[in-house]
């Protein structure tokens, strides 16, 4: 188990309790191998983060943006989504800190390790919370996260990819995108597909993901990259 002060400096807060850090690490899997564990895992930690998260972008938004609600939806969406989350968790090395099943702690690259990361991040400001209040919360999550909003907001980033590759492909070429099950594999509870998205009979992009549409939606990212249609 890692030193809980290393990760106190990873996310710059002290806590007097340290077993409520430690707790917002622990994910399920991890209980079921250590069964007399002192403390329970993250979920009911990161049920409360998820509502401070959710409550300190929308106000900071509410207050410095007077776009229309369906806008600021969109925004808060590319904020708090579990992908962002997973990539703020990565950026301050959380992964290295969390408690799972060996069988988790060796699958490092799949959808679900993402999601134990973003659920750690809520955990943790849930933890954050708990022991410091909403002040210090806010804080933290306006540095580490909120801070992201500019280069959404450049980039276009809270346009689904799906959507932002069709307004391009139309608006610049006529051409409305199609998307082609190129191929599958797996067993059928953990099949990936392979898709790719076409502009008339040309091959742009391919994406792979756990279902057709997540396989779409990175089709797309790769196509909006490769046609520089971010800006």
């Known amino acids: 188990m890692s030193d809980i002060?290393?990760?106190?400096?990873?996310?710059g807060i002290k806590f007097n309790n340290k077993d409520l850090l430690t707790q917002a690490v622990v994910h399920r899997s991890y209980l079921n191998e250590h069964p007399d564990f002192k403390l329970d895992h993250n979920e009911r930690?990161?049920?409360l983060g998820d509502a401070v998260l959710e409550l300190v972008v929308t106000e900071h938004l509410y207050k410095n943006y007077?776009?229309?609600?369906g806008e600021l939806t969109n925004w808060r969406a590319s904020l708090v989504n579990g992908d962002a989350l997973a990539e703020v968790a990565q950026d301050l090395a959380i992964e290295s800190f969390l408690l799972m099943s060996k069988g988790e702690t060796k699958d490092k690259n799949s959808k679900a390790r993402q999601y134990?990361?973003?659920?750690?991040?809520?955990?943790i400001i849930g933890a954050i919370y708990l022991e410091h209040g909403m002040e210090k919360t806010a804080k933290f999550i306006t540095?580490?996260?909120i801070s992201r909003l500019a280069n959404i907001l450049a980039n276009k980033l809270y346009i689904d990819p799906k959507s932002l590759f069709q307004e391009k492909a139309q608006e610049k070429l006529g051409i409305t995108p199609v998307y082609k099950v190129i191929s599958s594999s797996g067993p059928d509870h953990a099949k990936i597909f392979r898709v790719g998205v076409y502009l008339d009979k040309?091959?742009?992009a391919t994406g792979e993901g756990s279902s057709k549409q997540e396989a779409q939606i990175q089709a797309a990212q790769k196509g909006v990259s490769k046609k520089n249609w971010n800006n």
């Open 5 to 11: 002060s290393l990760l106190e400096k990873k996310i």
């Open 45 to 47: 930690l990161e049920f």
């Open 66 to 69: 007077p776009n229309p609600e």
């Open 116 to 123: 134990i990361l973003a659920n750690a991040m809520e955990a």
């Open 143 to 145: 540095k580490n996260i």
């Open 202 to 204: 040309e091959l742009i």
